[in-house]
C-alpha cells in the first residue's frame, strides 16, 4: 500500500547503459520518496560528464553513494546499516570512495565524516552540482562536504538520465524544498525553502521524453500546488517581485494547462498535493483535459482538529470535506489517496476515531499510513513530548490500515465488469504471463499479455479485483495509441 515511501524499491541500485570514454564505475542506491530517485538520476546524469559509468555490482564500484532520507527513523536505521556495509567492502578495495547524498547530509554531516569516518563525502540535495570538485577533493585523499542549500537551485538546466527506466513513466520534477512547516515534518530542514522550476524547462523535459518514447509523467515536488514561477528565486519571496513579474507568473494548473497542450497523447500525473493549497482551478484543469489523470494524493494525516492544528496543517477537517466535495463534483471519477500519521504527539482515543470518521467519509481509494516517528529538529520535537506509547501507535496503526483495506476493497469493486484504458509498464510481478499497467486512477490492472507490448495504451475489461489490484482482460487498444 505504500507509495510516496515505496518500499518494493528501497535500496535499489540504479544503472543506465554505458557511455562511449567512460572508465569509472558508480554504484548508486537510493532511499526514501520519489524525489530522491528522481534526483540519483540527476547525480548520474552529472557524474556521466565526470568519467562514471554506473553498475549494480558494489565490489566494482569506484565511488559508492547512498542517497538518503530521513523522514522516519527507520529510514535513517536502514542507510546506517548500509554504510556500514559498504565500509566493509571499502576494507579490500581501498581506492573505492563512499559518499552520503541528499536528506541526512546536513544532519549527519560531522558524525559520519569526523567521529565514525564512514565516508569520504557528504553532499546536501542543492549541492550536486559541485560533485566534480568534490570528487577532486576526495581523489586527492581529502574529505570532501556541501551541504549548503539554496534559494534557486532546481538542477532546471540539467537533463536528468533515466536509471533502471520501464521506458514508459518518468518522474520530473517541478518544485523543491517546502515551505510549510508542518510540525512533524523534517523536510523544510533537510531540503530547504520551496523554489519552482521554469515552466519551460519542465516543458522542453517532458517534450524530450514524449520523444524518447515516454507516454506518462509524473510532475514532482512536496507540495505541486504551491508551485510559483516568477522568474526565479523562493516562493517565500514572491511579495517582494516586480508588477511584470507578478503579472506573468505561472501557478500550478496554469503549468498543469501548458504540459497537458504539450503533449496531448501523454498521461500526466502529479505529486504531492497539499489540501491546504489546493486550488478550484487545478480541479478544473483537470476536468478539462482528458490526459491529465484522475487520481489526487492528498495527505491529511490526521482527522482530528485540534490534531491538525498542533501538526500545523493549515485547514481544518470541515475545510478538508469541502475540497473532497468539489474534486467529487467536478471529477467524480477521481481516485483519493491519503497519507495519515498515527499516534502523533497527546493523540487521544476520541482524535484517532476522528481519522476514522474522516476516513469513512472520504473513502480512500489507497493509503500511505505511518506511525509518528519524532524527527531531531522539527518543531514537534522541540516542543511536544512523544507521548504515546509504541504499543498505542502501533494499534491505531493497525486500525487505521484495516478500515484503508476495507476502503481500497469498495473501490476496487466499482470498477468490476467496467472497460479501462490501462497504459502498460512492464510484465505483473506474479505472473510473467500478464502485463501489469495502471488505470487513469493509478490503479494496478493485471492482465494476459497476448499480443499487446510495454508501451500500449489497452482497454481492459475488469473481471476480478483485490483491494489494491484490477485484474481483467484486454478488449483492444485504446485511442491514444
Ligand atoms: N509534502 C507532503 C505533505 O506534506 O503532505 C508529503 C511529505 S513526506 C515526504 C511523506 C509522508 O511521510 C507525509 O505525508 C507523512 O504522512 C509522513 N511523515 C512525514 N514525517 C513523518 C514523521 N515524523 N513521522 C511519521 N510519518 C511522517
Known amino acids: 500500500m505504500e507509495k510516496v515511501i515505496d518500499e518494493s524499491v528501497q535500496g535499489s541500485t540504479l544503472t543506465l547503459e554505458r557511455t562511449k570514454g567512460n572508465t569509472r564505475k558508480l554504484y548508486i542506491e537510493s532511499y526514501g520518496c520519489q524525489m530522491n530517485f528522481s534526483d540519483s538520476e540527476i547525480v548520474a546524469s552529472i557524474l556521466s560528464e565526470q568519467g562514471f559509468d554506473t553498475t549494480n555490482v558494489l565490489e566494482d564500484a569506484d565511488l559508492v553513494l547512498v542517497n538518503t532520507c530521513s523522514i522516519r527513523e527507520k529510514a535513517e536505521t536502514t542507510v546506517r546499516k548500509r554504510l556500514e556495509k559498504f565500509n566493509a567492502v571499502k576494507k579490500t578495495k581501498p581506492h573505492m570512495k563512499v559518499g552520503v547524498l541528499g536528506c541526512m547530509a546536513e544532519r549527519l554531516k560531522a558524525k559520519l565524516l569526523e567521529e565514525e569516518k564512514i565516508v569520504d563525502m557528504v553532499v546536501g540535495p542543492d ?27 532546481t538542477y532546471g538546466d540539467v537533463a536528468p538520465v533515466r536509471l533502471n527506466s520501464n521506458g514508459v513513466t518518468a518522474f520530473v520534477s517541478i518544485t523543491r524544498g517546502c515551505d510549510n512547516m508542518c510540525t512533524f515534518c523534517v523536510v523544510p530542514f533537510t531540503r530547504g525553502r520551496e523554489r519552482s522550476r521554469d515552466p519551460l524547462s519542465i516543458v522542453a523535459e517532458v517534450n524530450n521524453l514524449w520523444q524518447r518514447g515516454f507516454k506518462e509523467v509524473t510532475l514532482l515536488g512536496q507540495n505541486v500546488d504551491s508551485y510559483l514561477w516568477y522568474g526565479g528565486g523562493l516562493k517565500k519571496e514572491f511579495a517582494n517581485a516586480s508588477e511584470m513579474q507578478k503579472a506573468t507568473a505561472v501557478d500550478f494548473a496554469q503549468l498543469l494547462e501548458m504540459v497537458a497542450l504539450a503533449q496531448p497523447r501523454m498521461r500526466i500525473r502529479f505529486s504531492t498535493s497539499n489540501p491546504q493549497d489546493m486550488t478550484l482551478n487545478v480541479i478544473k484543469t483537470m476536468a478539462q483535459y482528458d490526459n491529465i489523470c484522475d487520481y489526487i494524493h492528498l495527505p491529511v494525516q490526521s482527522g482530528s ?3 491538525l492544528k498542533a501538526m500545523n496543517r493549515l485547514h481544518t477537517r470541515e475545510e478538508y470535506f469541502e475540497l473532497i466535495d ?22 487521544t482515543e476520541e482524535d484517532h476515531k476522528d481519522t476514522l470518521s474522516l476516513m469513512e467519509y472520504v473513502k480512500y481509494d489507497f493509503g500511505f499510513m505511518f506511525a ?53 509498464e512492464g510484465p505483473s510481478k506474479k505472473s510473467d504471463a500478464h502485463w501489469m499497467g495502471r ?32 485484474i481483467g482482460e484486454a478488449v483492444g487498444y485504446s485511442d491514444n495509441n
Open 439 to 470: 488505470n487513469s486512477q493509478n490503479t494496478v490492472v493485471v492482465f494476459p499479455k497476448e499480443g499487446y507490448r510495454v508501451g500500449d495504451f489497452v482497454n481492459v475489461k475488469i473481471n476480478e479485483c483485490t483491494s489494491a489490484t484490477l
Open 326 to 347: 468539489s474534486i467529487r463534483r467536478i471529477l467524480p471519477d477521481c481516485a483519493i489517496s491519503q497519507d495519515m500519521i498515527a499516534g502523533f504527539p497527546s493523540e
Open 372 to 424: 509518528y516517528s519524532e524527527r531531531p529538529g522539527t518543531l514537534a520535537a522541540r516542543k511536544l513530548k512523544d507521548d504515546i506509547p509504541v504499543e498505542t501507535k502501533k494499534r491505531r496503526l493497525r486500525e487505521i490500515i484495516d478500515l484503508q483495506q476495507r476502503h481500497g476493497l469498495y473501490r476496487t469493486r466499482q470498477h468490476l465488469g467496467k472497460i479501462e484504458e490501462v497504459l502498460i
Open 305 to 307: 482538529n485540534r490534531i
Open 127 to 153: 549541492a550536486y552540482k559541485d560533485l566534480p570538485n568534490l570528487i577532486q577533493e576526495i581523489d586527492e585523499g581529502r574529505n570532501a562536504v556541501n551541504v549548503i542549500l539554496s534559494k534557486d537551485e
